[in-house]
C-alpha cells in the first residue's frame, strides 16, 4: 500500500512538474503581455532621439528589444539574426536589453554581430512606447517611428503571412509607406520589461 502511494505520489509530483515547466515556458506567452501602469504609447512618425546610440552614419535603424533570459526572445533568435545578415548592409541594428542583463551572454546569443545597449533608466524602452520582449523598433533616415511591434504572430518566425518586422523592412529598404497591419503586429507578447529602474551589468 505503501509503495502504490508512492507511486502515485511521484507521478502526481512529475504531472505538476511538467505542467509547470509548460507554463513557464509556453502557456503564458500564449497571452499578450500585460500593459504596466503609466504606460505612454508612443504614435507611429513620432520623432526618435537617437543620441547615445552607435548609430553610425544617417541611415534606417532596427532596436531590437532583447532579453537573454527571455525565452521568447530566444525563440526568435534564428529569425532575427536572419534579418541582420540580409539587410545590415543597409539598416543599422542595435540591440537593446535589460541593464541588469548579461551582456557577455547577449553578445554570443546574438553571435556578435551586432551593437548592445543596455536599457538604463529605460531610456529607450520608454522613447519608444515598449513594454516587452521580443520587439522591433524600426526607425527611419529621418528619425521617424516607421514600425513597433512584433516580429511574427508565431513565436518561431516560421510563419511568412506573418512575418511583420520582415514586411516592414522590405517596404522601408524599398523606400515604400509603412505598411498597415493589425493588432496581431502591434499588440505586445513575450516577457514584459523590467519596470524599475536597475543597476546595470559590467560587460565583459
Given amino acids: 500500500m505503501r509503495k502504490r ?3 502515485v505520489a511521484l507521478l502526481f509530483a512529475c504531472t505538476l512538474g511538467i505542467g509547470y ?14 500593459v504596466p501602469s503609466g504606460h505612454r504609447p508612443v504614435a507611429l512618425g513620432s520623432q526618435i532621439d537617437l543620441t547615445g546610440l ?3 552614419t544617417r541611415r534606417p535603424v532596427l532596436l531590437h528589444f532583447f ?7 530566444r525563440f526568435n533568435l534564428k529569425h532575427f539574426l536572419s534579418l541582420v545578415r540580409r539587410y545590415e ?7 537593446v536589453v535589460p541593464p541588469n542583463a548579461d ?20 531610456r529607450w ?11 522591433a523598433v524600426l526607425i527611419d533616415a529621418d528619425r521617424s517611428l516607421y514600425y513597433r511591434g512584433n516580429y511574427n504572430r508565431n513565436r518561431y518566425c516560421t510563419r511568412k503571412e506573418t512575418s511583420f518586422a520582415e514586411t516592414a523592412l522590405v517596404a522601408l529598404t524599398n523606400h515604400q509607406p509603412a505598411p498597415v497591419f493589425d493588432a496581431a503586429a502591434t499588440t505586445a507578447y513575450g516577457c514584459q520589461l523590467p519596470q524599475k529602474s536597475l543597476e546595470p551589468k559590467k560587460a565583459f
Wanted: hydrophobic share 35%; charged share 15%.
Fill in 54 to 56: 552607435p548609430t553610425g
Fill in 89 to 95: 548592409k543597409q539598416v543599422t541594428f542595435c540591440a
Fill in 67 to 73: 532579453n537573454p533570459a527571455c525565452p521568447c526572445s
Fill in 5 to 7: 502511494f508512492t507511486a
Fill in 103 to 122: 551582456l557577455a551572454e547577449a553578445a554570443a546569443l546574438l553571435d556578435g554581430r551586432v551593437q548592445i545597449v543596455a536599457d538604463t533608466d529605460r
Fill in 21 to 34: 515547466a509548460f507554463w513557464q515556458h509556453d502557456l503564458q506567452y500564449q497571452k499578450p503581455a500585460p
Fill in 125 to 135: 524602452s520608454r522613447r519608444c512606447g515598449v513594454y516587452a520582449s521580443p520587439q
